[in-house]
């Protein structure tokens, strides 16, 4: 019997950390219109203005900042998978403190991060202990535990991992604090360890690495940096999503170990 257009086809899956805003929602909104079917987790439940309509069923509240919490979440995130296949990660997740007063919403050099701080940038000097270990629990071993605690959904779905690094894991950012930064340098070598390892498993690794990102809350003295990136703008959440579609999906089928440069050629 000849298959049917329903047998031969399958609804891919998702799993996004950090969609709570900027880069995870035009992620989100990039893979819901493709079809996909998109489980997002964020340290926040799920808002009732989040743009897409799969809603609180798809969402996982987790503290990636606790591995006890972070495992407890994969062991849902595994429950919710019913055929036993993840054909994307995407962990976008991430912070990046601040000292002093008032808060920043996002996260310095293109990154979704959480609030936690004032404004004044946090060097190897003056970053609390407890804080470095926050910061690389979050930006850092939380992506080990996903990919390990999934890796049988993604290698039965010959999926892809996303990291998401960023321009300051490559030089000195203005506002990036050393904690967000040296996690985001240690994510991309991370990234070509995991491409090697997950790679005999069918399971492809890239990173992409974000410049200065037009998000709602941008770090004061952003758009200063403009007349330095050669085409002169910020970048936008879309441009990023389209690069995390790219390296989900069979049109980068033999890319792995990569880190994709999103910035205008402000790293040139």
Not at 239 to 262: F, M, N, P, R
Request: hydrophobic share 45%; glycine share 10%.
């Amino acid at each position: 019997m000849a298959e049917t257009r329903r047998d031969t086809e399958e609804r891919k899956t998702l799993i996004l950390t950090g969609a709570s805003r900027g880069i995870g929602h035009a992620t989100v909104k990039r893979f819901a219109s493709a079809g996909w079917r998109v489980i997002t987790c964020s340290r926040h439940a799920f808002p009732e203005n989040c743009p897409w309509a799969a809603g609180p069923e798809d969402h996982i509240q987790v503290d990636l900042s606790d591995p006890d919490d972070t495992l407890r979440a994969i062991a849902e995130m595994r429950a919710r998978l019913a055929d036993g296949k993840l054909h994307a990660l995407v962990n976008n997740a991430g912070i990046s403190p601040k000292g002093g007063a008032g808060s920043t919403a996002r996260g310095d050099a293109g990154n979704d991060a959480v609030p936690a701080g004032g404004g004044i940038r946090l060097n190897t000097l003056n970053t609390p202990m407890a804080l470095w270990r926050q910061v690389f629990e979050v930006n850092f071993f939380s992506t080990i535990w996903l990919a390990r605690g999934l890796m049988e959904e993604l290698a039965a779905a010959h999926g892809a991992i996303v990291n998401v690094t960023s321009i300051a894991g490559s030089r000195v950012h203005p506002f990036a604090g050393s904690a967000y930064a040296t996690s985001k340098a240690a994510l991309a070598a991370l990234t070509r360890e995991m491409a090697a390892d997950f790679g005999p498993l069918g399971v492809r690794v890239n990173a992409i690495a974000p410049g200065e990102i037009d998000t709602a809350i941008l770090s004061p003295g952003t758009a200063d940096l403009v007349k330095n990136i050669p085409l002169r703008r910020l970048g936008l959440p879309e441009e990023v999503a389209k690069a995390i579609w790219y390296l989900c999906t069979d049109q980068s089928s033999y890319v792995t170990g990569a880190e994709l440069h999103i910035n205008g050629g402000q790293h040139v």
